[in-house]
């Protein structure tokens, strides 16, 4: 029996065989907060670019939808109706009755819109109709004076863009065919 006593080393409290800890070495948890922090840094970074993808396609549905108003509202006020635009990483514009500046408050009666609170992520890279900044409905057909396009873009490179057809129809579609459910340019 003495023999085993020498084989196996007991523990000097208890007098049972020594066993090895439960725990985590220091390399173990190191190792497990460097995957965490890799995980959480690529979720994160989805979550940005979902985010500005909504962003860009819901400005674009936005402008799409106040395009077809401001032609509907001329038709029934049998009013001319204008739509400026200010592009840039500021933009706006404005809808009203003649030409106005969007980035003035209250300078378009009808209607202000700007992009840092409809999409902060989105800029305007162009917005011309036939080389101005303005885009004019006729009262009597409802018809734009111009045809043009407003051209979106995410700060990761996604675009979108806004066609004013001569029609004075619109359509999204996109330059770059990056978004799916949006036919190329």
């Given at each position: 029996m003495k023999s085993h006593a020498i084989t196996k080393r007991q523990s000097k409290q208890t007098g049972s065989p020594c066993k090895r800890s439960s725990g985590y070495t220091l390399v173990?948890?190191?190792?497990?907060?460097?995957?965490?922090?890799?995980?959480?840094?690529?979720?994160?970074?989805?979550?940005?670019?979902?985010?500005?993808?909504?962003?860009?396609?819901?400005?674009?549905?936005?402008?799409?939808?106040?395009?077809?108003?401001?032609?509907?509202?001329?038709?029934?006020?049998?009013?001319?109706?204008?739509?400026?635009?200010?592009?840039?990483?500021?933009?706006?514009?404005?809808?009203?009755?003649?030409?106005?500046?969007?980035?003035?408050?209250?300078?378009?009666?009808?209607?202000?819109?700007?992009?840092?609170?409809?999409?902060?992520?989105?800029?305007?890279?162009?917005a011309t109709f036939s080389g101005a900044s303005a885009v004019t409905f006729d009262r009597v057909r409802g018809m734009a004076d111009s045809s043009g396009n407003i051209d979106l873009q995410g700060s990761s490179g996604l675009d979108l863009r806004v066609e004013l057809l001569a029609s004075s129809r619109t359509r999204i579609c996109s330059p770059s065919d990056t978004i799916a459910g949006y036919p190329a340019c």
């Open positions: 173990e948890l190191l190792i497990s907060v460097v995957v965490s922090g890799v995980l959480v840094t690529s979720a994160v970074a989805g979550i940005n670019s979902g985010l500005e993808r909504k962003q860009l396609i819901h400005a674009a549905h936005a402008i799409e939808s106040d395009l077809r108003l401001v032609r509907q509202e001329a038709l029934t006020t049998n009013t001319n109706m204008v739509v400026s635009w200010d592009a840039g990483t500021a933009w706006c514009y404005g809808i009203d009755t003649s030409t106005c500046n969007c980035s003035t408050t209250s300078d378009c009666g009808v209607k202000e819109v700007s992009g840092a609170t409809l999409a902060p992520r989105v800029s305007v890279t162009d």
